[in-house]
């Protein structure tokens, strides 16, 4: 996959609230769209993904939408926590190399 | 064993001096990566290893040098770094065959400075 564009690149919502973050790709041979969630000083951590003969994916508070005519999919986090703050990526990979690409990421702070 | 394990998890060094951080794992994966992070931003692809040969060199410098001895093994060779090559390592690995990046898994880190 090649140039992932994500937003926002930050996300302040209460306690409660959902959140929706949102990226698009240009690569439309892209064939995966994994989401991860990074704490600081932690490793991504793959949190749930989407193969491209899928439309919606859910996990729980989680849920991942793919739009392959529109290029863009979306991560969707309801009930949101406290401990859900942490940055989120979006990524796709696929196309005519091994390359996964990321966004450039989104801080989601949920707040008490 | 679901894990990728990376060492050291810390590394201070000189700029003259020589080291190596380390990556393994057993899932059969047969597709590997180091990804070089800066704070505040997204995980950046420095090389790929698929069935042990290396496959993508983002044009990296060659005081960056990586090898596969092994379908469980990657390492990454560091001479002569920079200041600015301090950062956050990431190896990761995924299945491979299908090229579709399933089970891509990321290893803890290693946290590189470079005084």
């Known amino acids: 996959g090649e140039n992932v564009e994500q937003h926002p690149s930050t996300l302040s919502v209460q306690e409660g609230d959902s959140a929706v973050i949102k990226c698009t790709y240009s690569?439309?041979?892209?064939?995966?769209f994994p989401w991860y969630k990074q704490e600081l000083g932690k490793r991504p951590q793959l949190i749930i993904d989407i193969r491209s003969n899928v439309g919606e994916k859910k996990d729980q508070r989680i849920a991942v939408t793919l739009n392959k005519t529109a290029k863009h999919f979306s991560l969707h986090i309801t009930e949101t926590q406290p401990e859900d703050s942490a940055v989120y990526f979006c990524a796709n990979f696929g196309g005519s190399n091994y390359k996964l690409t990321f966004g450039k990421g989104t801080l989601l702070t949920v707040n008490p | 064993d679901t894990e990728v394990t990376q060492t050291p998890k810390h590394l201070v060094m000189g700029m003259t001096n020589k080291k190596s951080l380390k990556c393994e794992q057993h899932?059969?994966?047969?597709?590997m990566y180091w990804y070089k992070q800066k704070a505040k931003k997204p995980p950046e692809l420095m090389f790929v290893y698929s069935y042990e040969k290396l496959s993508i060199n983002e044009s990296v410098p060659s005081r960056f040098s990586p090898e596969c001895p092994n379908s469980s093994l990657l390492n990454l060779h560091l001479h002569a770094l920079q200041p600015e090559d301090s950062a956050l390592y990431l190896c990761a690995s995924s299945q491979e065959g299908t090229g579709v990046g399933y089970g891509y898994t990321f290893g803890s880190g290693t946290r590189l400075t470079v005084v």
């Open positions: 899932m059969g994966h047969r597709a």
């Open positions: 690569d439309s041979a892209s064939n995966y």
